[in-house]
């Protein structure tokens, strides 16, 4: 049975880092229902690599000029003489409202609260080191980890739920660029294939479909005006290897 793999690459810091933020998101999301004391640890994990983001980048910032920039598009189009105002539009609308109040609503950076945090800030010290969060070396740590499930779930619960309006604009944000542009079928001529972008409408994001079962993946590189793919074989033998024959594949241009 033909399956399908998508592969994305970033054209901008900003994209990159709300794809970063989404895996993150996503990670925590899947193991915070599962209560043994492991996946605590993975939620924990998690929580601290998104509050390390957050520190490094103003992402209060960066999404709140991604969602206006949003809507400025979205209302113009809203604004056309022969545009019809259609219920998608207008609800695509209210959801970036929603997602900005949100942001807005946020007192300082996001995860400031989380990163002033004794508890995990004394987490957070001992991460980079290998095995630096074991019981001996955050004995408190270790005894949290050993306590009901429910009561962990509480805490974790109430840590993630300060994150919402940023998980909120994260995925509202990633989705409009996603489907911002109808994919095409384009060939790797000898397996490379590259095309030259306008740089008056930049992109933010290439979606490359493979067939999974042609044991193929991409190697992508480019900025906004230009990139390049290269498709790989991992073969029987598991070995990358460059692909030298012609292959069409999915591609999505992502610009919005």
Sequence with gaps: MSTNMTFEHPLNERVRTFLRLEYLLDKVAHFLPQEDLWTSRVVVEGLLDILVITARTDIKTELLKELDRNSGALNRVQREPEEDSSETLS???DNLHQATSGLYELTGPIGQALRQDDFLKGIAKRSSIP???CSFDLPQYHYWLQQPPELRQRKLRTWIESLQP????VI???SLIRTSAAPREVTAVGGFFQE???PQTPAQLLRVTLDDNDHLFPEVSGHKTRF???LIDMGETGQPLPWREDTTFTLTCCVF
């Design 91 to 93: 609800e695509t609308l």
């Design 131 to 133: 095995g630096g969060t």
């Design 166 to 169: 940023m998980n909120d604009a």
């Design 172 to 174: 509202l944000a990633l």
């Design 196 to 198: 030259t972008l306008n």
């Design 228 to 230: 390049s793919i290269r």
